[in-house]
């Protein structure tokens, strides 16, 4: 049973940096991508960033490239997101997902609909 279970979120203030960590289970993805994806109130789902982890590429949305990044642990299938000087906007429920390769190629990596299995979120508060 493919399990994802992400963590490390919380409250922390205006200009501070948090790691969030997704570990994968139940299965085998090599083949696959793994992204985080963001929600706040009232709007939709907002692709964060992803990795592929058979080569490691990475895409950071437009908006966030500078203060986030994502890492892949080499020997397991984690997937890390370092966040650095937070905003209150950045106030959202952190998902992580995996998406197969093709779907990848098919649809990119942004897009949500390709993803098939999704952890239950951890939650990030900013605080100005």
């Known amino acids: 049973q493919v399990r994802l279970v992400e963590s490390g979120g919380g409250l922390v203030q205006a200009g501070d940096s948090l790691r969030l960590s997704c570990v994968a289970s139940?299965?085998?993805?090599?083949?696959?991508?793994m992204s985080w994806f963001r929600q706040a109130p009232g709007k939709q789902r907002e692709f964060v960033a992803g990795?592929?982890?058979?080569?490691?590429?990475?895409t950071v949305a437009d908006s966030l490239k500078g203060r986030f990044k994502i890492s892949r642990d080499g020997t397991k299938y984690t997937v890390y997101l370092d966040m650095n000087s937070l905003k209150p906007e950045d106030t959202a429920l952190y998902y992580c997902?995996?998406?197969?390769?093709?779907?990848?190629?098919?649809?990119?990596?942004?897009?949500?609909?390709?993803?098939?299995?999704w952890g239950q979120g951890t939650q990030v508060t900013v605080s100005s």
């Open positions: 997902g995996v998406e197969p390769l093709p779907s990848t190629l098919r649809l990119g990596i942004r897009n949500p609909a390709g993803y098939e299995y």
């Open positions: 139940g299965g085998s993805f090599s083949g696959y991508s």
């Open positions: 990795i592929r982890l058979n080569t490691y590429s990475t």
